[in-house]
């Protein structure tokens, strides 16, 4: 579900510095509940990390292991006092909101606590994963901007030629299905189907032993296809938002009036149409902070790539609790920290907007 | 009930917009063949004539195969019956064009599925990795995934359109508290909180649409809030008061009617997207129980096993073929609500 964003211009009270200010004291209560919930659900559930580890051991007994039967329920392959030393390393033996505040206090001092399932520091985990994350989410905005936008203004100018009814259908095709399907698509055509670009991953096996050169295209070759499924869907919005603000623009009084004073058509909109044109594509620029830094679950899962979205997924199927929380701690500051961007964007793109004025649109 | 000549002008816009208006006609055939998906893909018969008497297997409790003189007690397996019957001429059975149902294994001993698509076994998509019938898991899949969007749809716009006029309209504190609430809730990363609330929770229908409700439910609010907002604002709401109406009458006779323009614009990219986001978190596992047929699951099961690559076809091309009719709708109802006309030079 495409993920609601405020209209920037929609807000009553204060200026623009008060204003921003107050966003950014709102994230501390968002962030406390979204967290608080998080965290109380993690701890109401089975099937967390002793579980896990003594499902583990049942399964597969360590050669040699002493299987110590507790009696209890099913044959417990620990004792009662080990369970207890565990639930205590993992904090589960205290009550809820206490382990929550401990856990908080522990954040705030930037320790995102030890995974569960790589007895890692959380922290040394995720930042493992941002480069490659960074590396598709820059390339992404690149790509999106770099076509959308001229791509835009052409299909503006040229509104209602083959040209526009062409791309009109592409973008359309990209908009309708999601980027998800698209990777599949893609992957089964020109990865299996055709063998062009390989299954997955983001390099090579034996990519150490390549030349620079070689590596070069080794990471491009891996790159294509998922670039493509990312960018598919984005595609549409910008270039369509940025088609129908142009042309806005050109219908509005101040264009006429450039033209009439004779202006050519040209200058008119490179100097005049475009700028004001640029306000509704700046309300999604910083929602791009997220992305590039987050990348999506389903892409990152679907072409296996090691990026930030695969380790949510992962911890949150082997129930890894401190990497799910950290995951989510980095993504909800991340996107708020996004939102506020795009409405400063929006100020900076245009100064008429008020942030304190009354009710528009 | 009266058409009110701006909805019959609304209308035949909608109905000029050809793309859409074909893909709105296939797509209500589609509803209603998915509504009687029992008649066209199912492993019972539709009629089954024996010893004179004609059995309509369809709906209801199963027949025992003692029923058809079958050595059994379990349910009739049609299938055979039919080549039964065409050796010993007892009877006849008129089987759906698709003989297979969503949960049925078919299996051979001489191959192990999945097996590829084939008319002569009529798995005309093929079957999947456990020998289901692609057809019947897509049909099936389909008419889950709708009945979700649509389940999603109604409740998503029933608080969004209650609280949002309420907020639009009394505006003040009420308004200022569900901005706030609104911004905060609004601030959550939407399909990691759902995979992790999945995850805990066991997902069955209702929950998931639990779920999705408590996170979707602010979009359709902002956007009411702001039609109301607006129409409040309007001379004829004045005249109403004026006349002495009521709160309750204002918003029900004159606002919501004057609202429903933002409400139908929105219903198939909600419906859109409800299908895509079941779709993804049944892929990604956290979403209904396997073996609920699902879209998601023959997706994650196509990718898993690229060499049979009829699974990943059928489901991406059927979620194409949806989404791109579903969005073309969307596209003419918008332009049938927003006859704005772009003018331009040159």
Same mark, same amino acid.
């Given at each position: 579900?495409?993920?609601?964003?405020?209209? !920037?211009?929609?807000?009553?009270?204060?200026?623009?510095?008060?204003?921003?200010?107050? /966003?950014?004291?709102?994230?501390?209560?968002?962030?406390?509940?979204?967290?608080?919930?998080?965290?109380?659900?993690? /701890?109401?559930?089975?099937?967390?990390?002793?579980?896990?580890?003594?499902?583990?051991? !049942?399964?597969?007994?360590?050669?040699?292991?002493?299987?110590?039967?507790?009696?209890?329920?099913?044959?417990?392959?620990?004792?009662?006092?080990?369970?207890?030393?565990?639930?205590?390393?993992?904090?589960?033996?205290?009550?809820?909101?206490?382990?929550?505040?401990?856990?908080?206090?522990?954040?705030?001092?930037?320790?995102?606590?030890?995974?569960?399932?790589?007895?890692?520091?959380?922290?040394?985990?995720?930042?493992?994963?941002?480069?490659?994350?960074?590396?598709?989410?820059?390339?992404?905005?690149?790509?999106?901007?770099?076509?959308?936008?001229?791509?835009?203004?052409?299909?503006?100018? /040229?509104?209602?030629?083959?040209?526009?009814?062409?791309?009109?259908?592409?973008?359309?095709?990209?908009?309708?299905?999601?980027?998800?399907?698209?990777?599949?698509?893609?992957?089964?055509?020109?990865?299996?189907?055709?063998?062009?670009?390989?299954?997955?991953?983001?390099?090579?096996?034996?990519?150490?032993?390549?030349?620079?050169?070689?590596?070069?295209?080794?990471?491009?070759?891996?790159?294509?296809?998922?670039?493509?499924?990312?960018?598919?869907?984005?595609?549409?919005?910008?270039?369509?938002?940025?088609?129908?603000?142009?042309?806005?623009?050109?219908?509005?009084?101040?264009?006429?009036?450039?033209?009439?004073?004779?202006?050519?058509?040209?200058?008119?909109?490179?100097?005049?149409?475009?700028?004001?044109?640029?306000?509704?594509?700046?309300?999604?620029?910083?929602?791009?902070?997220?992305?590039?830094?987050?990348?999506?679950?389903?892409?990152?899962?679907?072409?296996?790539?090691?990026?930030?979205?695969?380790?949510?997924?992962?911890?949150?199927?082997?129930?890894?609790?401190?990497?799910?929380?950290?995951?989510?701690?980095?993504?909800?500051?991340?996107?708020?920290?996004?939102?506020?961007?795009?409405?400063?964007?929006?100020?900076?793109?245009?100064?008429?907007?008020?942030?304190?004025?009354?009710?528009?649109? | 009930?009266?058409?009110?000549?701006?909805?019959? +002008?609304?209308?035949?816009?909608?109905?000029?917009? +050809?793309?859409?208006?074909?893909?709105?006609?296939?797509?209500?055939?589609?509803?209603?063949?998915s509504c009687g998906a029992e008649?066209?893909?199912?492993?019972?018969?539709?009629?089954?004539?024996?010893?004179?008497?004609?059995?309509?297997?369809?709906?209801?409790?199963?027949?025992?195969?003692?029923?058809?003189?079958?050595?059994?007690?379990?349910?009739?397996? *049609? &299938?055979?019956? &039919?080549?039964?019957?065409?050796?010993?001429?007892?009877?006849?059975?008129?089987?759906?064009?698709?003989?297979?149902?969503?949960?049925?294994?078919?299996?051979?001993?001489?191959?192990?599925?999945? *097996?590829?698509?084939?008319?002569a076994t009529r798995h005309f998509?093929?079957?999947?990795?456990?020998?289901?019938?692609?057809?019947?898991?897509?049909?099936?899949?389909?008419?889950?995934?709708?009945?979700?969007?649509?389940?999603?749809?109604?409740?998503?716009?029933?608080?969004?359109?209650?609280?949002?006029?309420?907020?639009?309209?009394?505006?003040?504190?009420?308004?200022?508290?569900?901005? &706030?609430?609104?911004?905060?809730?609004?601030?959550?990363?939407?399909?990691?909180?759902?995979?992790?609330?999945?995850?805990?929770?066991?997902?069955?229908?209702?929950?998931?649409?639990?779920?999705?409700?408590?996170?979707?439910?602010?979009?359709?609010?902002?956007?009411?809030?702001?039609?109301?907002?607006?129409? +409040?604002?309007?001379? *004829?709401?004045?005249?109403?008061?004026?006349?002495?109406?009521?709160?309750?009458?204002?918003?029900? &006779?004159?606002?919501?009617?004057?609202?429903?323009?933002?409400?139908?614009?929105?219903?198939?990219?909600?419906?859109?997207?409800?299908?895509?986001?079941?779709?993804?978190?049944?892929?990604?596992?956290?979403?209904?129980?396997?073996?609920?047929?699902?879209?998601?699951?023959?997706?994650?099961?196509g990718t898993a096993n690229l060499?049979?690559?009829?699974?990943?076809?059928?489901?991406?091309?059927?979620?194409?073929?949806?989404?791109?009719?579903?969005?073309?709708?969307?596209?003419?109802?918008?332009?049938?609500?927003?006859?704005?006309?772009?003018?331009? *030079?040159?």
């Amino acid at each position: 579900m495409a993920t609601f964003r405020f209209e !920037a211009i929609d807000r009553r009270d204060g200026d623009v510095t008060s204003y921003f200010i107050r /966003r950014l004291l709102l994230i501390i209560p968002t962030f406390l509940g979204v967290s608080l919930l998080v965290f109380t659900l993690t /701890r109401l559930v089975p099937g967390g990390p002793i579980e896990r580890m003594l499902n583990e051991a !049942a399964m597969a007994p360590q050669p040699g292991a002493q299987v110590v039967n507790t009696g209890g329920k099913g044959g417990s392959v620990l004792s009662k006092e080990q369970l207890a030393q565990l639930e205590a390393y993992y904090g589960f033996d205290k009550p809820i909101f206490v382990s929550y505040v401990g856990w908080l206090s522990r954040v705030v001092r930037l320790d995102l606590g030890t995974s569960t399932r790589y007895s890692e520091p959380v922290w040394d985990i995720i930042q493992s994963r941002f480069p490659i994350s960074i590396f598709y989410g820059v390339v992404t905005l690149i790509l999106t901007y770099g076509v959308c936008i001229p791509l835009g203004v052409v299909k503006a100018i /040229r509104h209602r030629t083959l040209f526009d009814s062409v791309s009109s259908a592409l973008v359309f095709i990209g908009y309708a299905i999601p980027g998800y399907v698209v990777g599949i698509g893609l992957l089964t055509a020109f990865a299996w189907k055709l063998d062009w670009f390989p299954l997955g991953g983001f390099v090579s096996d034996d990519f150490d032993d390549l030349s620079p050169n070689e590596r070069i295209r080794d990471i491009v070759n891996h790159a294509v296809l998922p670039v493509l499924s990312y960018v598919a869907g984005s595609f549409a919005v910008t270039t369509l938002l940025m088609k129908n603000s142009l042309m806005d623009n050109l219908a509005a009084d101040y264009v006429r009036t450039a033209i009439a004073k004779g202006m050519t058509f040209r200058r008119a909109v490179f100097k005049h149409a475009f700028r004001n044109s640029l306000v509704p594509i700046a309300t999604s620029f910083g929602g791009n902070i997220s992305l590039i830094l987050t990348g999506s679950f389903l892409i990152e899962k679907i072409f296996d790539i090691d990026g930030f979205g695969l380790l949510g997924f992962e911890s949150l199927v082997e129930r890894d609790y401190p990497v799910v929380m950290g995951i989510l701690v980095i993504s909800s500051l991340l996107f708020m920290i996004g939102n506020i961007l795009s409405d400063l964007c929006v100020a900076i793109v245009d100064p008429r907007v008020k942030f304190g004025s009354g009710e528009a649109g | 009930m009266s058409v009110s000549p701006l909805t019959l +002008k609304q209308w035949q816009r909608f109905k000029s917009i +050809k793309r859409g208006y074909y893909a709105a006609l296939a797509m209500a055939g589609l509803l209603a063949m998915s509504c009687g998906a029992e008649l066209l893909v199912n492993n019972r018969a539709l009629i089954v004539s024996y010893e004179g008497r004609l059995f309509f297997p369809t709906y209801g409790a199963f027949l025992p195969g003692t029923t058809f003189g079958l050595g059994y007690d379990y349910e009739t397996n *049609y &299938r055979e019956l &039919r080549t039964v019957f065409a050796e010993s001429g007892a009877g006849w059975v008129l089987m759906p064009p698709i003989p297979f149902n969503a949960f049925e294994n078919d299996l051979r001993e001489s191959a192990y599925p999945p *097996y590829p698509p084939s008319v002569a076994t009529r798995h005309f998509l093929g079957t999947d990795t456990t020998g289901r019938d692609v057809v019947a898991r897509l049909v099936y899949g389909f008419r889950i995934a709708i009945g979700f969007s649509l389940v999603l749809l109604l409740c998503n716009y029933v608080i969004g359109v209650a609280v949002g006029c309420a907020m639009g309209f009394w505006g003040g504190a009420f308004d200022l508290f569900f901005q &706030r609430v609104i911004e905060v809730w609004s601030n959550v990363p939407f399909l990691y909180v759902i995979m992790i609330v999945a995850s805990i929770m066991v997902p069955t229908f209702w929950t998931l649409t639990l779920v999705m409700v408590l996170f979707g439910w602010m979009s359709m609010t902002w956007y009411m809030r702001t039609s109301t907002y607006k129409e +409040k604002a309007r001379d *004829y709401v004045m005249a109403a008061r004026a006349l002495g109406a009521s709160s309750t009458r204002i918003v029900a &006779r004159h606002i919501l009617p004057n609202t429903v323009s933002v409400i139908v614009t929105f219903i198939p990219f909600s419906i859109a997207s409800g299908i895509t986001a079941l779709t993804a978190l049944d892929y990604l596992g956290f979403g209904l129980l396997p073996p609920t047929p699902s879209w998601g699951d023959l997706l994650s099961q196509g990718t898993a096993n690229l060499d049979s690559p009829w699974i990943v076809t059928s489901v991406v091309s059927a979620m194409i073929v949806i989404l791109l009719m579903v969005t073309y709708i969307g596209e003419a109802v918008r332009e049938a609500f927003d006859p704005k006309r772009f003018t331009y *030079y040159e």
